[in-house]
């Protein structure tokens, strides 16, 4: 199976890289509807950290994967990524009643709303994001090495 020999790769990077190619070729054949739990878990994650590192929370919010939003915070507990969490879910937060609108044009205006008013609070959040000191490739890996058997 190639994500037991992506988990048997030394360097974690790579051993990340090869399963999220698996998961997101997966996802472009079958849809993301039909990951499984846990394939869905990691898609979300390696989706976070890419939007994240490309632009922080304005480049999530902007983009389709801002649409997972609610199943990335489910991710991050699922790796038992604590601090990030808490910095993602305090970004939902500020959307009106905690719920990010799924529609891509509704969702970036109202990130873009609250981006007008909330400048500092979410150029710290990206901050915090960033020095939460949590390592999502190393936190993944450990959850796909015990949830091995639900990708399929």
């Known amino acids: 199976m190639e994500i037991q020999a992506a988990l048997e790769m030394a360097d ?3 051993a990340f890289l090869q399963i999220t190619d698996v998961i ?3 996802k472009a054949e079958l849809g993301y509807s039909d990951l499984s739990a846990a394939e869905k878990s990691v898609y979300c ?4 950290s890419r ?5 922080g929370f304005g480049q999530l919010f902007h983009h389709d994967s801002g649409a997972l939003i609610q199943d990335m915070l489910e991710a991050l ?3 038992r990524a604590k601090r ?3 910095v993602v879910k305090q970004v939902v937060d500020y959307f009106p009643k905690g719920v990010v609108p799924s529609d891509e044009d509704e ?3 109202a990130f873009d709303l609250l981006a007008s008013e909330l400048v500092d609070e979410i ?4 901050d915090r994001f960033h020095g939460a000191g949590e390592n999502l490739v190393e936190l993944t890996l450990k959850f796909v090495a015990k949830n091995v058997s639900q990708f399929r």
């Open 12 to 14: 974690e990077t790579d």
């Open 24 to 26: 997101f070729d997966k």
């Open 45 to 48: 994650i390696d989706c976070l």
């Open 51 to 55: 939007e994240m590192e490309n632009g």
């Open 77 to 79: 507990e699922k790796i």
């Open 84 to 86: 990030t969490h808490a």
């Open 107 to 109: 969702r970036m205006e």
């Open 123 to 126: 150029a710290e959040c990206d």
